[in-house]
């Protein structure tokens, strides 16, 4: 499974993205997706994840009631709306994707696949 992230940019705080994430390949409904983020200096944070039939979303707490994860399994598409974006929302964003039980889900290490990042920067 090849992952591509997409949509990072530049954007004032206060101001929104919508991030997607992309796949090749037949099997990317079966999979739970996530998105991690990693600023300068710090660790790979676990920023939102959505299982393959949408019914369980979960989010970082540094994120809730501001981003809103979603998939359109037909396009093989999952997307990552940020609002009301701060500067501590600067990062590279990486999506993933794997199976797991539900209470790995904000575990990055239960990923398999990964794609690369997009860079997400917010000016004061």
């Known amino acids: 499974v090849q992952l591509q992230a997409s949509g990072g940019g530049f954007v004032q705080a206060g101001g929104s993205l919508r991030l997607s994430c992309t796949t090749s390949g037949s099997t990317f409904r079966d999979y739970t997706v996530g998105w991690f983020r990693q600023a300068p200096g710090k660790e790979r944070e676990f920023v939102a994840g959505?299982?393959?039939?949408?019914?369980?979303?979960f989010y970082g707490d540094h994120v809730k009631g501001r981003f809103t994860i979603s998939r359109d399994n037909a396009k093989n598409t999952v997307y990552l709306q940020m609002d009301n974006l701060t500067p501590e929302d600067a990062a590279v964003y990486s999506c993933a994707a794997g199976t797991m039980i539900l209470s790995s889900l904000r575990n990055r290490d239960a990923y398999k696949y990964w794609g690369q990042g997009t860079q997400v920067t917010v000016s004061s």
């Open positions: 959505i299982r393959w039939n949408s019914r369980h979303t």
